[in-house]
Each structure stands twice: as C-alpha cells, then as structure tokens.
C-alpha cells in the first residue's frame, strides 16, 4: 500500500516546521484562558467534520466547509491580544538598535533583595520590568523618574499614604523609568480572589513579555506573573526563583552581544583605517 509513497528532504523539511510551529503554538497558549478558546474551537471543527462525514451529509459538508473560511477569520479577532502581542515582540527586537545604557550586573540583585525586604515589611508593590515590548505607552500614565534602583528609593515609592504609592512602576534597562503607572487589569476566572496588584500585573504580562513582581500588602507572599500566569512560591524558594526571573528579564546587554549597527560600525571603521594607512603609504 505504501510502495508508491516517496518522502523527500522537501517533505521532511515541511513536517518539521509545521511540527514546531504547532508547538509553539500550543506552548504559546498553554495555560492561559486563549488556550480554552482553542481547544473550543479544534473541538467545534473536528466535531462538524466528523459529524458530515460519518452520515455523508454532502449538502451540510459544503455549508460548513463554507462557514469554516469565516470562522478562521473570527480566530483573528477573537486572539487579537495574542497576536497583537507576538507582532509587538517580533518587531521589538533589538536588532538595529544599539543599547547605550550600562545595565550594572548588581541591579537583578540589588532589586531582588530590597523586594524581599518589601515583603518582610508588609509593603505592597508591583514592580515591571520591561523587555522586548516597549512599555511607553504604560508609563505615559504615571510620573517619569529615570532613577536608579535602591531599597530606599523603593519603600519611599510603596510606602502609604505618599502620592506615589499607588500603581506600578517600570524598571527599563537597571532604571525606574517610571512610577505610579496604571496597568491593564486581567479577567481571568482564576485570579477573583486575588488583590488589584495581581490583576494587574497578569493583565500586564498578558498584553506584553515584560516580567511583573507583586508584593502582597496583607500576607507579604511574592508573585511573578508573566505570559499571562502568575507564580506563587514558597517563602524558601521564593529569594532564588524571584533573582532567577529577574536575571532573565535584565541580562547585561553591553556584554556578550553585538548588534549589526555594532557589526557594521566596526567593519567601516576597520575599512576605514585600512585606507588611510594604504594612502598614507603611497604618501611616502
């Protein structure tokens, strides 16, 4: 039966990335409410076909056939979020753009820890740090500090009732870029018993990739929320889990990575210097 079945490097090659592409997908989505819509929805389509096919309704396998091309477009609007959110993370990206600032390797520590203090004091806060997606648009909603990390700086921002202690603030490369910022606040089933800081702080991490850490003012537990999920941990593990996010989300970039302007400023300055020696020998 499989005599006449022939398997190029083509074909092998196309398995292979809608093979990956699947599980991006589903590794995208797991664990968040846009995963529910799309198992609702692979559940509804594999339901008609199969329905269609069994009874050989011809006349139904058209209509729905048919309604198949406009349901697919409605999955665009439907995950518009997600969509929204991976375009935005794909032209994020660094590649042309040369990174100025000097990010301290001390800053995932130093934040670490005054936040473990926060919650030793029982101060809530809810901390951003941006990534690839850009949070202006968040901190054009709170008062810009451009500051530098400190504890002290910190507990003076949470600290109630000074002005500044409600809402968020945006960590941007080791910097608080701004504080008393307003962030989207998630709907989720799950999180109806938490506070607003960790609604917040999901609906943050839904919209964007940026790591979000939340101080509980009345228990002082710590939380991480991202892609949409918030981790609770334990008060023993939470000090090397939270250092370890934090790490993640602010790597020092003025080392080990060369962006192309960087690329190509070094090679026209080398050409550079190689024609100035050439003409300068011919000088002579």
Known sequence: MFDGLQIGLNDVMQIMILYFGIYALIRF???TRSAQVLLGFCVLVVSLLLFTYLFRFDVLARVVYFLLVYLALSMVVVFQQEIRRVLA????????GRHYAALQDSVPEKLCR???????????????????????????TGVKLNALVSHELLVSIFTPPLP?????????DGTIA??????PVSNQGNLTTSGMRHRAAVGLSEETDAVVVVVSEETGKIAVAHNGR???????K????????LRKAMPNETKGSVTMTD???AYFSKSFKINVKQEAGHAL
């Open 263 to 265: 690329w190509l400023t």
């Open 178 to 183: 701004a504080a008393h910022c307003l962030f």
């Open 29 to 31: 989505v797991r664990g």
């Open 164 to 172: 500044l202690h409600d809402g968020g603030i945006i960590i941007r």
């Open 230 to 236: 918030l981790h609770r941990y334990s008060d023993d």
């Open 238 to 245: 939470v000090e090397k889990l939270l250092l370890r996010w």
């Open 89 to 96: 993370l794909v032209g994020g990206q660094k590649l042309f």
């Open 114 to 140: 005054s936040v473990i203090n926060l919650g030793k004091s029982r101060i809530g806060a809810l901390i951003a740090v941006e990534r690839g997606i850009s949070l202006h648009g968040h901190e054009e």
